[in-house]
């Protein structure tokens, strides 16, 4: 949450010193403001970063890791935090004069099912390894400048590692 003020406007405590602790105090504002955030219709925000890059990336968590490891340390990047936007899986979608839809319903935290997970983790993986689905040709620019163009050799002009699709090998 960002930018949240309170002010008290009415605050009726009673007048002996026994309910002036802080455990008294601390949990009736803290149910007082949560009731005011989810009045004043929250909406779902994620983080988003300013990059000057054109990256073939589904997420950039291990990117860092990844691009230190290939390039053995004499490439680094940085990511900067530039702003706040709604998310696309945002529950409460904007509607013109109604902030929320009525029709929605916020159901409690679930665990994931274990095929959503273990789904999740392999696509991950997959990414982070370059194992892609498909057919692949030798002709692919595409996947041969991911391959040949981030590590080369100086002297020899070849790839100092060895990148392994379903259909072939780079080398």
Not at 67 to 96: E, M, N
Request: neutral net charge; contains cysteine.
């Amino acid at each position: 949450m960002r930018n949240d003020k309170f002010k008290i406007v009415d605050a009726r405590i009673t007048p002996e010193p026994l309910h002036h602790e802080s455990d008294q105090i601390i949990p009736t504002a803290r149910r007082a403001a949560l009731s005011a955030f989810l009045k004043a219709t929250p909406r779902l925000m994620e983080p988003v970063h300013y990059v000057e890059a054109f990256l073939p990336i589904i997420e950039p968590f291990g990117f860092e890791t990844n691009l230190r490891s290939y390039t053995k340390g004499q490439a680094f990047c940085l990511l900067v935090f530039d702003h706040w936007a709604i998310s696309l899986r945002d529950p409460c979608p904007i509607v013109p004069g109604d902030p929320l839809e009525k029709g929605i319903v916020l159901k409690p935290l679930e665990p994931a099912p274990i095929q959503h997970l273990a789904r999740e983790s392999m696509v991950k993986t997959s990414s982070e390894k370059m194992i892609m689905s498909g057919d692949r040709n030798d002709d692919d620019e595409l996947y041969r400048a991911c391959a040949l163009g981030w590590v080369a050799d100086t002297v020899t002009r070849r790839p100092l590692y060895t990148i392994q699709f379903n259909s072939y090998t780079l080398k």
